[in-house]
């Protein structure tokens, strides 16, 4: 078996019991995908980043859940790029995941890390009305609780999310969907997570992301839909690019999580968060 280091850590927080849990294994060379599942699976976390070399200007990246591999993971490229930091130094990290070169710059902010991943170039398309349907069912949600002032849409900064705006914030809070319901959907449709969201302000969000692809119920921080969002503001114009937005996640959770995400005027988007030692 090949030999690495696996370490734990929390992004986007400054407190070990909040934000997102992410494992992040370091070796010379990647082991097999049917050892990395495993690890993943034995971690628990909702995704664990498998990363190699150790050195080099290049390390290629995996991204694994406890039940699959997911093709890019941003809490797990956060919590990789402070492990960078600390073992390496500050500085811009090159990571090839599997859609795509992200690169990770590194800083060291009042004693703890902070990274900031580049994401592959968004995209997006307007959700269907059958998509719709079947996910306010699988949410047990109605019409009447969207906010169409952000039309639900596919976005991708890569992987795929839907992206559901709702009215009030009660909606958010109150989450119990039908998991079994929705992760059939969404592997249908090739979803990552939902990004259910709350705009409180022009550049304020709230956020909740169900992962139940991963077999977890709820992602307490994920920054791939943050940056997904990130591209489908720009592309809609529901932002005036460049400009930068907030979003609050984990709250319901009882994980409060802060993605800071950049939106420039092209190009992929960035996403800022802590990561801390668990």
Request: glycine fraction near 8%; charged fraction near 15%; aromatic fraction near 6%.
């Amino acid at each position: 078996m090949t030999s690495g280091t696996l370490h734990r850590l929390s992004a986007f927080t400054t407190d070990p019991n909040g934000g997102n849990p992410a494992g992040v294994w370091i070796g010379e060379a990647l082991p097999e995908p049917d050892t990395m599942q495993r690890i993943a699976a034995e971690v628990g976390f909702s995704e664990t980043a498998f990363v190699a070399p150790s050195v080099g200007a290049n390390r290629t990246v995996r991204y694994f859940s406890p039940e699959a591999e997911v093709s890019f993971c941003g809490h797990a490229t956060i919590a990789t790029g402070v492990v960078l930091g600390e073992e390496n130094g500050e500085g811009t990290y090159q990571l090839s995941t599997s859609v795509g070169l992200v690169s990770v710059t590194v800083n060291q902010r009042d004693g703890i890390y902070e990274a900031s991943l580049t994401s592959v170039e968004p995209e997006d398309m307007p959700a269907s009305s059958a998509l719709v349907h079947e996910a306010l069912s699988a949410l047990r949600w109605t019409q009447a609780d969207l906010d169409y002032s952000v039309l639900p849409a596919k976005a991708y900064a890569g992987a795929w999310h839907l992206i559901l705006a709702v009215v009030e914030a009660d909606r958010l809070t109150n989450l119990d969907y039908d998991f079994e319901a929705l992760k059939a959907l969404m592997l249908q449709e090739n979803l990552t997570t939902l990004q259910l969201i709350w705009r409180e302000s022009p550049d304020v969000f709230h956020a909740r992301n169900p992962f139940p692809v991963g077999g977890i119920v709820e992602d307490p921080a994920t920054g791939a839909a943050a940056a997904a969002l990130g591209g489908y503001l720009r592309s809609a114009k529901l932002v005036a690019a460049p400009t930068t937005i907030l979003i609050h996640q984990g709250e319901a959770m009882g994980r409060p999580s802060r993605l800071v995400v950049s939106i420039p005027s092209e190009g992929g988007i960035v996403v800022t968060g802590q990561a801390v030692r668990i």
